[in-house]
């Protein structure tokens, strides 16, 4: 079952801006990453989803409700991290939390000093005076106290230092570990790739591509960089039978493309040189997009090619 | 609906802001009421008024004592002509009689018949009625001459004759009185025949007084001398018929009646007595009650009357200075009129008698004239006005109900309607509460009645302030507790007008900066106009009102906070109450309906 969907969502802010025919759909239990650059519509999306925007047309669905007529039903199953950090005109953190807990009728804040203990808070400091970090947490907080089984998160570890992302993320997975749907917005390649089941890249207010994770980990061709001492080693390989993508004589690199089952037979080709190193180049989901959009943008320029003869 | 949490919220958020301004308002709206309560206001006020009083007051008495003058100058005028006529009269007829041919200077009887013919007939007709009842008691007593027959003895008869001849009122000092009676008859008949011409009653006040203008200057026999001992003043001396008499003899009494010695020395006489019969008179309490009373408009009380200061002397001087000033220009008015009204030889009597008195009544006028007459009238309305003024109400009512507590709930209520929207949808804050199955509607509702409620606090504390300061205030101040309310709620009903377009703007702008902008903009726009617009209403005294700015109350909903008609007890501010409670509701609802329906970028 779909606990979100998107069914041809458009959002026209007018000169190209906005979002354009958007298809998503999100399984129960799924942990999505949507990725894209900076003003690519992630934020507007995530506002759809939660009802605040009105699509100019198609609909989103949050487990089958229309976010935008059902906006105050639907947010109940929500726990939602808003990628700007602005808390009401309280005091304190607590202050904060008591008055969230207060509108979600939540009177057992057993789990959310858990959170708190976790993400090492305190959540009596100011929350004027809250860094970006701290703010995040409270953010986070608030978002998980009730248990909400979807989670929504805006870009949730911009601004927060290495360790804490580490942390951070941590608390994501365990969620999404108890079976929670959690939909979360990022610029950041990595931490998509290493926590998410699928991945969707937005850019220019269209989804250019979803992609399963498990399909890029257990990729059929690996790539490999190769440093020989010598030029003539070098020389001699590449009269090898391998698909080279990339040469690189002054340093006598090479770079190939092999199956993953004809790893080990490289090896065996490769103990007759003299080897500096070689490494594996991963295939990372940057790279995927990369190519994605690459191909793109060449078949975009092909047409253009085209429509000027 | 209304979600609990939310207005907690709100209440945290907002509570500080509105506990100092709520403070401020009602610390402010104290100081107002006591110390504008405690009389430091309005000095310049007081003076004017005072100032105003006081030349009223002189202008009554110096009307009095002008007519006072003229009513006694009239009066002894009257007095010279009627006893100049009966004594001619009667000392003709004594004259006449004196010459009456006696038996013994004629010896032969038929001569004596002849002479005594010729005397009667030389006997001079008696013109008024004085003379003839003169000439009656005369021939009657000559009629009553004792017979010798009738008398046993001479001794006898010698003794009666005596008897009779001192009974005789054949004599100067008989005729003189005679005379003098009359005149003093036909002098009272006459000033009561004016005081009825002029409207008063006989035994009326302002009767009496002309009589007595007249009777106390001429003082016959000493009557009135009670009157000016009681005073400490001189009796003046008898009023002088002995020159009119030998005048009478001299057969140039016409001449001597209009002659400048004659007439100068009535003058004098009747300054005098008009002065002294004034003074004496405004010590008497019931004539300053009925001075009071034709003051009765200025708001001019007894003690302010005795605050003044008037004393016997200080009235009688003035009464003096103000006749010596109206006679000296009549004189010299007068003389001019006779040159107009002289052509060549000729001259217009009756024309000129008719210029003369309607340049008497002018002068009159003019000399004793109310001091705010004689300024032009929009000086003398504005001089009045002030003296009127109502500072107090003003103070309280306009300058602060209007402007000086509308100022802090506007700011609060600006910064509060930008903060419960727009302020937190801008920030993004809003997410977390809509991001809780709290309703748009909900919050819309929540925020509104946060509002609304807010203010109403804030004025209802300002009421209790103000009624707590009122019952401070001396009790003098016409601002009753009724009214102090109704201005309260005026004050309510501005801010809830303008909130409504603050909120409205609130919430259908996303932008922060640009509620506020156009929201408290309008607003604090209403609010300077009707500042403007204060200094060219009715409410300020027209010397220091600027008549150009009143168009600024045309253009500011402020005005229909109408506290003119509240201070004078008309309706007129019902109906006004009810456009701004409707047109703040309206803003409520517009945008209510606008923020559940627009697009929210959290």
Known sequence: ?309 | MFSKALFKQSCKANGTMWGIITAAVCFMLACVMLISGNGNIGEVKDSIEDTIIVKEVDAQMQKRALSYYADAEDGLKTFDAQFSNCASDTLSYLVWCSEMPKQTDFTDGAVYAAAMQAWQDAMPEMKTEAGQSYAAAVTQWQAAMPAQDSFSSVEDYLAAIDTWQEASPATQEQAVTAAYAAACDALQNEITQNAQAAGYKKDSLEAQEMLGSVMYTLNPNGMFNDFYTENKEEIPADYDILSLIAHISTKDIDDYLTSDERTSYRYDRAANGAAIFLSGNMLKSENVDALMDALSSYGVTAEKYDSFGYTYDSIKHMAKTVVVTYQGRLDYELELLRDQYTDGASFDETAYQNAAAKKKDDLAADIATSFLSTLPASVSDALEEIGQADLYTLIVGSIFYKLAGLLLPIIYMIMASNNLISGQVDSGSMAYVLSTSTKRSTVVFTQAVYLIGSLFAMFSLTTVTGCICLSFVPEDITLTYGNLILLNVGAFFVLLALSGLCFFTSCIFDRSKRSMAIGGGLSIFALVAAMLGLFGSPVIPSVVRLEALNYFNYTTIISLFDVISIIEGRDAFIWKYAILAALGLLGYLAGAVRFTKKDLPL
């Open chain 1, 1 to 309: 079952m779909n606990v979100i969907e998107t069914q041809n969502l458009t959002k026209d802010y007018g000169e190209g801006r906005g979002i354009f025919d958007l298809n998503l759909s999100v399984k129960e239990g799924e942990m999505m990453g949507y990725v894209g650059t900076n003003g690519s519509g992630k934020t507007t999306t995530i506002r759809h989803i939660m009802g605040f925007l009105k699509p100019t047309s198609g609909t989103v669905f949050v487990t089958g409700l229309s976010s935008w007529e059902h906006s105050s039903e639907i947010v109940k199953k929500i726990g939602y991290v808003p990628g700007e950090i602005a808390f009401p005109d309280l005091k304190t953190g607590i202050d904060f939390l008591k008055c969230q807990a207060d509108f979600l009728g939540l009177h057992d804040m057993t789990y959310a000093n858990t959170l708190i203990e976790r993400l090492q808070l305190d959540p009596r400091a100011n929350l004027k005076r809250m860094s970006k970090g701290m703010k995040q947490k409270t953010a986070l907080v608030a978002a998980l106290m009730n248990d909400a089984p979807i989670i929504i998160l805006d870009e949730p570890t911009t601004g927060l230092d290495p360790l804490m992302r580490a942390a951070f993320l941590d608390i994501i997975r365990e969620e999404h570990k108890k079976g929670k749907t959690i939909f979360m917005s990022s610029h950041s390649f990595d931490e998509l790739e290493t926590t998410c089941d699928k991945v969707a890249l937005i850019n220019d207010g269209h989804i250019i591509d979803i992609c399963n994770m498990q399909d890029i980990r257990s990729r059929s061709i690996k790539e490999f960089k190769i440093e020989f001492h010598t030029k003539e080693d070098y020389l001699r390989f590449l009269s090898e039978n391998y698909e080279k993508t990339r040469l690189q004589e002054q340093y006598n690199q090479v770079t190939i493309r092999v199956g993953a089952d004809a790893a080990s037979q490289l090896l065996g080709v490769l103990k007759h040189y003299n080897v500096k190193f070689i490494s594996e180049l991963p295939y990372t989901l940057e790279m995927h997009f990369k190519n994605i959009l690459f191909s793109n943008l060449n078949k975009e320029q092909k047409n253009k090619t085209i429509s000027n003869f």
